[in-house]
């Protein structure tokens, strides 16, 4: 009776921690949706124009930090700069941007941070860490943005961030085929999507948790 007991204990404890690791392990959306929402945030705040949310610039934004995924420094630099043709050489086929739909790309912020940053966070100490990337952001030509954010590694390593804006009419230019899906990604996070972002690597937590519980569990003869 008092193994019984000790044992039902024990499920309700553990049972309690899977649910604080799921909680723990959702990124409650998409933090590329967010990091838009704060740039037209600011961009309102000095009476500019909100920028359309395009899935197409996202998608590129989020290729482009794919590529310099290994060239973040100690200091949270990116040094790397890929040629402006991998946009519509690589960067768009490898979302499904229908090329004739490629318009201007009037400007681009590139960071990156050895640790995982919320988007208030990322905003702040990335996007618009200086007066030039505050400048790049409030231009008055910038007609629609993207956001795009990836890890260098799947469970360790700097966090990417990148912001790719467009000069053009909204909604008819980086249109994604399939009628807007585009090539699924398998990594990373982009904005304009409705999937929600993977954490890159933050949910390994729930994965260890899980492991624990089920271990546990064995150990006390619940299975």
């Known amino acids: ?9 024990w499920i309700i404890a553990l049972g309690f921690l899977l649910l604080v690791a799921v909680v723990s392990s959702k990124n409650h959306g998409n933090q590329a949706n967010d990091l838009v929402d704060l740039i037209n945030k600011n ?3 000095k009476r500019l124009p909100q920028l359309n949310n395009s899935p197409g610039l996202g998608c590129m934004a989020m290729q482009y930090i794919k590529e310099c995924r290994f060239n973040c420094s100690q200091v ?7 040629s402006e043709d991998d946009f ?3 960067f768009a086929p490898n979302c499904g941007v229908e090329l004739p739909t490629f318009g201007t790309i009037s400007g681009l912020i590139v960071g990156c941070h050895q640790k995982h940053l919320d988007p208030p966070e990322a905003f702040q100490n990335v996007l618009v860490h200086n007066n030039g990337t505050l400048s790049i952001l409030r231009n008055r030509t910038h007609r629609e943005v993207g956001v795009g954010i990836i890890r260098a590694k799947r469970h360790k390593g700097p966090y990417l961030w990148c912001a790719l804006f467009g000069s053009n009419e909204r909604n008819s230019t980086f249109v994604l085929e399939d009628l807007g899906k ?18 890159g690597g933050r949910n390994g937590s729930f994965v ?13 003869g619940f299975f």
Do not use: A, D, H
């Open 1 to 9: 009776m008092v193994k019984r007991i000790y044992c039902f204990e």
């Open 43 to 45: 961009r309102t705040s």
């Open 76 to 82: 949270n630099t990116v040094n790397c700069k890929p």
């Open 88 to 90: 519509t050489e690589i």
């Open 182 to 199: 585009g090539i699924e990604q398998k990594e990373g996070c982009y904005s304009g999507s409705g999937s929600s972002c993977s954490s």
């Open 208 to 220: 260890w948790m899980l492991i624990f519980c089920i271990f546990v569990l064995s150990s006390t």
